[in-house]
């Protein structure tokens, strides 16, 4: 995460923190540029916490012992440039994971995300501004 995630007044800071996967989601998620570098970053809101979140996936450099466009979660294989196409359907079999920022109670000490560990997949991505 390469800033804080939008501010969700929503947000619901007691969820206890659970590592669930939660399913196909249809919220509004947007699809941009990613900010610290080549990539993208998917900005929305966790559908467990409703927590503002925020995820970037630095492309995969061929030499650098990366796999594929994301070089963070492992997606399928696939050339460094490709269309956008290709990167929104990556990014709708991509799992993604509750970054809002907020140590929900019973988060552990090494837990990969700060959230409330929810998981899911969104079902459509909107461009934003420097986003497809």
């Known amino acids: 995460m390469s800033e804080a995630p939008p501010v969700n007044h929503n ?5 206890t923190y659970l590592e669930t996967y939660v399913g196909v989601v249809a919220g509004d998620f947007v699809r941009r540029d990613a900010e610290s570098g080549p990539g993208l970053r998917i900005e929305g809101t966790c559908p467990r916490c409703q927590g503002g979140t925020v995820s970037e996936y ?7 012992g990366t796999k594929g466009i994301f070089s963070r979660r492992g997606a399928a294989p696939a050339p460094v440039s490709v269309p956008v196409s290709g990167e929104e359907t990556a ?3 991509e799992v993604h994971f509750c970054e809002c920022g907020h140590p929900h109670p019973d988060l552990p000490a ?3 995300f700060v959230g409330c560990g929810a998981s899911w997949r969104v079902a459509a991505l909107s461009g934003g501004a420097g986003g497809g």
């Open 11 to 15: 947000h619901n800071h007691s969820t």
């Open 58 to 64: 630095p492309y995969g450099l061929a030499g650098t």
């Open 91 to 93: 990014l709708l079999r």
């Open 110 to 112: 090494d837990a990969p």
